[in-house]
């Protein structure tokens, strides 16, 4: 079949629309068609270049919402007409990492996603008869998509696309990072360096955990009305200081905070935010994404003083498992999400919620198809 997509042929180059060939799905397959799709940072770091496994040409998106179209031979979890969420982390239940029930990181595909190609070692996409990779195992980017059976969430069917699309990555990462992997107490102290569309959901999970104090830390000012929103106690644009930023959120927080997330990707932040941490206990989690050659470093009297740092994909949720209680969290009210789409756009446009991304303009854009 025909799908239109937004193609990134080279890295730094703006997407383009065009109508690419489809192959259906193959054994243990589904295909889907892609209601809606957030923008997360993690598509423009590819775009730009910085993504170690970054191919080209391919269809970026891993944060979309659809419904079932068609299913390949074997598949037995959802039918045609089922509503879901691609997820880019599985859930084999099958495999070491899924039966250890110690982590979300099912191996079950990963290779072959990271070469973007499906288990077969192939690509459904193509243009003018040249393969076009997927992203993530998701491609969220295209109108319809396939993926494996084993990556997609089924969900409620009275979530709006428009707004459920977010769980695939933002709001899961955010919100998981905080229950699933920190596993935040209530009056523990907090801080969220980074406060655009995964540092948000961090902070309302941090509110929803009962934390008592939540810093926000930003180097964009009109990020503070943002987290206050969400329930951000306090807040700290470093570039406003006239000193460091770690002894001012040591002494903010009378010793070190309790949790500490790195939602940036910067790796100088990332230090920061151990530093920040309580000595004994204090816990940084790293979320951001660090640009390829990029490494993290602290003295190990850091860590030897107790403080752990640790990190997480996905907000360490098991997506089928998880996904769609998020959507009824959302749904029930526990969560919000609507106020953080701020742009919902059209296909064509969508390089512009790329650059609404770059100038600090957005928190989520959404493409609806
Ligand atoms: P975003 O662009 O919406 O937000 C980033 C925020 O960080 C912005 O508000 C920006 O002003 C702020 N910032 C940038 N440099 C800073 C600095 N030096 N100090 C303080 N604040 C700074 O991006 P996003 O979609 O929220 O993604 C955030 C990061 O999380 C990215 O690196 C992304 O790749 C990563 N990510 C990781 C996972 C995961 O599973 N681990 C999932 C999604 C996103
Ligand atoms: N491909 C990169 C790593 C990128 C990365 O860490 N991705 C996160 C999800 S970001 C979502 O916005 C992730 O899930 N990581 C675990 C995994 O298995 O990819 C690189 O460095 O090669
Ligand atoms: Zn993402």
């Known amino acids: 079949m025909k799908t239109r997509a937004a193609v990134a042929f080279e890295a730094k180059k703006p997407l383009e629309i065009v109508e690419v060939d489809l192959e259906g799905p193959k054994a243990g397959e589904v295909l889907v068609e892609i209601k809606a799709t957030g923008i997360c940072h993690t598509d423009a770091y590819t775009l730009d270049g910085f993504d170690s496994e970054g191919i080209f040409p391919s269809i970026l998106g891993h944060e979309g919402a659809g419904i079932i179209r068609e299913i390949g031979a074997g598949v037995t979890s959802v039918k045609p007409g089922d509503h879901v969420i691609p997820l880019y982390t599985p859930e084999c239940r099958q495999c070491k990492s899924c039966l250890s029930q110690k982590t979300n990181l099912c191996t079950a595909i990963r290779a072959t996603q990271g070469k973007g190609v499906m288990p077969d070692g192939t690509s459904r996409f193509s243009y003018k008869g040249k393969p076009i990779y997927h992203y993530m195992g998701c491609s969220t980017f295209s109108n319809f998509t396939v993926l494996p059976e084993i990556a997609v969430a089924k969900i409620r069917e009275d979530a709006p696309f428009d707004k459920s699309c977010y769980i695939g990555c933002g709001v899961t990462t955010g919100v998981g ?22 540092g948000l959901n961090v902070i309302q999970g941090a509110k929803m955990a009962g934390a008592d104090k939540i810093i926000g830390v930003d180097i964009n000012d009109s990020k503070e009305e943002w987290g206050r929103r969400f ?10 200081l006239t000193g460091d930023i770690v002894p001012h959120l040591v002494t903010l927080t009378d010793g070190g905070a309790d949790y500490t997330f790195d939602c940036t990707g910067n790796t100088t932040v990332m230090r920061q935010a151990l530093e920040a941490c309580h000595r004994g206990w204090g816990t940084s989690i790293i979320i951001g994404v660090a640009e390829a050659g990029k490494e ?19 907000g ?39 650059d609404l991304m770059h100038e600090g303009k957005s928190i989520r854009s959404v493409v609806v198809f």
């Open 316 to 354: 360490g949720a098991r997506g089928r498992t998880d996904v769609p209680k998020i959507v009824d969290w959302y749904m029930n009210g526990k969560i919000q999400i609507d106020p953080m789409i701020t742009h919902t756009l059209k296909l064509e446009d969508i390089n512009k919620g790329f």
């Open 296 to 314: 993290i470093a602290t003295r190990p009297f850091q860590l030897v003083t107790g403080r752990n740092w640790r990190g997480t994909a996905f």
């Open 231 to 240: 329930g951000m106690t306090d807040f700290v644009n470093p570039k406003k």
């Open 177 to 198: 990072a905080v229950v699933n992997t920190a596993k935040v107490t209530p009056g523990s102290n907090v801080v969220v360096f980074g406060l655009g569309g995964i």
